[in-house]
Structure formats: C-alpha cells, structure tokens
C-alpha cells in the first residue's frame, strides 16, 4: 500500500507539472506562430493587489479573511479541545467537511495544542482553517525518518494540505522532533493556489515541504535548520520571518533546498521583503555553524532573494554546493538570483562565482513577483474564463 500510495504522489506531481509548464510558456509558444496573448506586465514592485493578498484571491476571499481580524465571521464549523465547540478535533472537523466543495469551508481552530496528524485530502477543496494566534492554535507532531520502520520524508509531515484552494490563517504548525530525528516536516503542501497568513511553521531539518503547485506565504515565521524550506513549487514567501536553528554540533545550516527537476518547469522559491535571522540558542554560537541561503536539491534548482535583510551569520559565498546522485553539483545548470538586499550578510563581493549564480536588477526581478511568478488570473487560458486575443 505504501509503495502504491508513493507512486501515486509521483504521478500527480508529474501531471501538475506538465500542466504548469504548459501555462507558463503558453505565451513563447503562441509568438513563434504570431500569436499574442494579451498580457499586462506590472510595473512595481510588492504587486500585490489591496488588503495584501496575491491577484488570484477572490472578492469573497478577502471580506472572509477581513471579517477574521475583525471577529465577525461566523465560521462553518468550530474546533475547541475543552469542548465549547462543535468538535474535539481538527480531524473531526475535516472528515464532516463537504467534499469537491466550490465554495469557501470555513473551520475555526479555538486556542490549544493539537497533537493530530491532519491531511487535508485532494477531496477537500477550499477549506480555509483559523485560529487564535500562531502560538494560540498549534498542529503539532513529531515523526522523523529516524524512527524507523521505512517513513520517508513526506510521511513525517504534523500537517499535509492536498486539496486545491487551502487556505491558513493565524496558525502553528510544529514538528518537534528535533534535529537528531533528521527529516521531520511540519507543513507539507501540495494545494494549488493555496496562501497562509500569520502562520508559524517551526521544526528543524525540513520544516516547510512546498512539494508542487502554487503558494503564497505572508506575515509568517518559518524556523529550521538544514534545507528547512524545500520543494519543487512555485513559492512566494513575503513580508515573513525565516529563523535559522541552532543544528548539531557536526551540521551547517541551509535555508532552502530547491528541487526543480526540468528547466521548462515554472518553478522555485521566492523569498522578498523578510528578515533572516538567527533563533537565541544559536545567537553566540552564529559565526560557528555556517549558514547558507540555500543548496540545489536538484539540476534546475530556483531560488530568488530580493529585498530582504540578511543577518551577519550568513556565509560571504551565500551558496553552497550539493551533489546530487549524479555526482554533478549542479552549479552550472541552476538558477540563483539575489537583488536590493539588505543588512550585513547581503555584501555581494565573495558571493559564489557559479555560472548558475546572478546578480540581478530590478527588470528581471520583477520576472519574479506574485503577478508574473505565480501565474495570477490573467495568465490563464480561455476556459478558465480568462480573455485573450489569438490574432495572425
């Protein structure tokens, strides 16, 4: 069953891939037949529509999240450990959830410590899940590959979100088993168009799995250790605090471990406006354990810094190397980009002299905003609803 259920992830993820990439180039392939589709280009950067959220939000998505912060939402279903609700557990509340749902299902998560596994399936579309504070309202685990009995990476997960449209707000997400249990992931998502706000995601290696599809992070605070925010996503993390871990004794630290795997694929993470900061136990030792901003997972690996401030921790090559199964380091065939940082470990001068690696300017950053990145409502085709002109 095990070995079934891993090939089916496989599968899906290939599909979901092919699918992308055929949005994504949709535009080079129509110009080479004279086509045009009828694009616009934004022109700043932060384009994120008002209220703060990415351009594929609807109208109603914003008045829900908006009637949160303002306490006047009533929710499809509460949550609550003490009973005042009308289920004990997040699970429960998921399994009486509608199915294949076209609407918003909106489930209030009270204050408490959850110790649930949770898997928000591929039948459960648009569920959106809030509580009462990142440190009010907190999923938490603690499996690791270190256990034993064959889990794998994907199977340490406290917190999976499959089903399209999943939305989080005000929530944690914790696997606790610390860094001698190795692979232990605290959120895995493969939910397309799926956005989490005030969030907190905290583990050690492999904290945050952005496994496939489309993601939008904001106003979070992600904690970890060694490739603790990876995947083979496209990932926008803005306005967020990214908090390096102190490992063990004989480890580094690196920050993302992106795993784009065909270089068509309109992948990779985005990391814009956050801070990258060490946690207090790792403060005085900081200098000790070298920190990175990211290794490549796999060939094409993608990640792109831009406008953020980064602490005097980090390494002055920022990059570091990773032999993949191969034997090739990926070095010449990936895609690292850093622009308009800021703060003492931003200094570009002894940054890595890879031909994959880039300094770039404001033009080609804006390649990499929610609008362009994240393939928002005008880029998609015709029978999304989506008007266009196919002209010779």
Not at 10 to 19: F, G, K, Y
Not at 256 to 262: E, H, I, L, R, W
Request: a positive charge.
């Amino acid at each position: 069953m095990k070995e079934i259920m891993q090939k089916g992830i496989i599968v899906a993820s290939e599909l979901t891939r092919n699918a992308l990439t055929i949005v994504t180039n949709l535009q080079n392939i129509l110009s080479k037949f004279d086509f045009q589709l009828n694009i616009t280009n934004a022109r700043k950067l932060l384009p994120i529509e008002k209220n703060n959220y990415p351009s594929w939000f609807t109208a109603k998505d914003r008045q829900l999240l908006t009637r949160i912060d303002n306490s006047n939402l009533k929710p499809n279903a509460i949550v609550a450990k003490d009973g005042n609700g009308q289920f004990n557990t997040i699970s429960a509340a998921l399994v009486a959830a509608p199915k294949k749902s076209n609407v918003r299902h909106v489930i209030y998560i009270k204050a408490g410590i959850y110790n649930e596994y949770i898997t928000v399936d591929k039948q459960y579309t648009n569920i959106l899940m809030y509580g009462d504070g990142p440190r009010k309202t907190i999923v938490t685990g603690r499996k690791g590959v270190k256990d034993g009995g064959g889990i794998t990476t994907w199977q340490t997960a406290t917190f999976s979100a499959i089903g399209n449209g999943f939305i989080a707000k005000s929530m944690g997400f914790q696997n606790t088993a610390g860094p001698e249990k190795h692979q232990a992931v605290a959120l895995r998502i493969q939910s397309d168009k799926s956005a989490f706000f005030n969030c907190r995601i905290d583990a050690y290696q492999d904290t945050l799995y952005n496994q496939v599809n489309r993601q939008f992070f904001r106003n979070c605070v992600i904690s970890g250790t060694i490739d603790f925010i990876f995947g083979d996503s496209s990932t926008v993390i803005q306005n967020s605090l990214i908090i390096v871990r102190r490992p063990m004794d004989h480890q580094f630290n690196t920050v993302t471990a992106q795993g784009k795997d065909y270089i068509d694929e309109n992948t990779g993470i985005v990391i814009q406006n956050c801070k990258i900061v060490p946690e207090n136990k790792l403060f005085n030792d900081r200098f000790k354990f070298a920190t990175y901003l990211g290794r490549p997972w796999k060939k094409f690996s993608t990640t792109v810094i831009m406008e953020s401030k980064l602490g005097d921790f980090i390494r002055p090559e920022g990059w570091i190397s990773f032999e993949g199964p191969d034997k090739n380091n990926y070095e010449e065939t990936l895609y690292y980009a850093e622009y308009n940082n800021r703060g003492p470990g931003s200094n570009l001068n002894e940054r890595v002299n890879w031909k994959g690696y880039h300094k770039i300017n404001r033009t080609t950053a804006m390649k990499f905003t929610i609008q362009s990145f994240l393939s928002s409502k005008e880029n998609w085709l015709p029978f999304a609803d989506i008007p266009f002109n196919a002209m010779l």
